[in-house]
């Protein structure tokens, strides 16, 4: 997440909005509301359910800002939180439909290796391909989704994601390389020419 | 000490692990090397690569109705904004 403004830092922000000052608060929401939005979506898969996640993330802020420690990033919290939010909407799915990641050999094979037909520059113009994006990212469990989201796509770095899904460092690194290995074998599969 | 040899199976686990980390160890030069001459560790790199770029470029950008729903909720106003430029 980025400072969109050099003004005023996020922490002077929080102290005026904890004594009750809406202004300082609304400038965080601006701040930061694409980002949760944006990254809810990335977890959620759905429009809808990520604005909910985004609502539910602010609201959960806007509770416990008092009990903020300023020991993170404020953006760091606020993806622990959407994170949390996005958890429990998946749980709140009637069945869980995850793969299990077991088998570390089948990960990672030299077996069918060729080039791709697309290529990212095309995406914003390929329905077809953002749902073989979806669809790929759908079969990871919650937590290696997450874990790749902030490391590969957020651009977070190994510790700070651990602080995010309270996970060691060894088992952020076990996770991202089985999370690449399984979406990149799975768009294999449609992608490869 | 023996020296072990560069498998494709060595470089593809350990592309994963590293990508796009500091890859000037000695390990990675033996891979960089390997790379050079591979066309098999090569593809599957690149498409290691083109997976996190895919999911780098899907974005979806909050509309200005999600956006004026959330300030209500919060019970905030758009005009309470600090920003005076």
């Given at each position: 997440m980025t400072n969109t403004s050099n003004k005023i830092t996020d922490e002077q922000l929080i102290a005026e909005a904890i004594k009750g000052n809406k202004k300082a608060l609304t400038e965080i929401v601006l701040r930061y509301e694409q980002t949760v939005y944006n990254f809810a979506f990335k977890i959620c898969r759905d429009k809808d359910k990520a604005e909910h996640a985004m609502q539910e993330t602010f609201l959960s802020m806007v509770k416990s800002l008092k009990q903020f420690?300023?020991?993170?990033k404020l953006s760091t919290w606020l993806y622990t939180i959407v994170s949390n939010h996005c958890l429990m909407l998946a749980r709140s799915k009637k069945k869980y439909d995850y793969t299990v990641l077991e088998n570390e050999d089948g990960l990672v094979?030299?077996?069918?290796i060729s080039d791709w037909?697309?290529?990212?520059?095309?995406?914003?113009?390929n329905q077809e391909l953002k749902d073989i994006l979806d669809n790929a990212i759908e079969k990871l469990p919650h937590d290696y989704k997450v874990v790749f989201l902030l490391r590969d796509?957020?651009?977070?770095?190994t510790k700070e994601t651990s602080e995010i899904v309270n996970l060691s460092i060894p088992a952020i690194k076990s996770r991202l390389h089985r999370a690449r290995a399984f979406l990149r074998n799975e768009l294999n599969k449609t992608l490869h020419v | 000490m023996k020296k072990i040899e560069t498998t494709c199976k060595l470089v593809m686990n350990h592309l994963c692990d590293n990508l796009?980390?500091?890859?000037?160890?000695p390990k990675c030069l033996d891979i960089k090397t390997h790379l050079e001459s591979c066309p098999n560790c090569r593809s599957f790199f690149n498409t290691i690569n083109s997976t996190v770029e895919f999911y780098k470029k899907y974005n979806v950008k909050l509309d200005d109705k999600g956006h004026k729903e959330l300030l209500s909720i919060l019970g905030l106003n758009e005009d309470d904004s600090n920003d005076d430029e």
């Open positions: 420690s300023g020991k993170s094979n030299d077996k069918f037909k697309f290529n990212p520059e095309k995406l914003s113009e796509v957020e651009g977070l770095s | 796009g980390e500091d890859l000037d160890s």
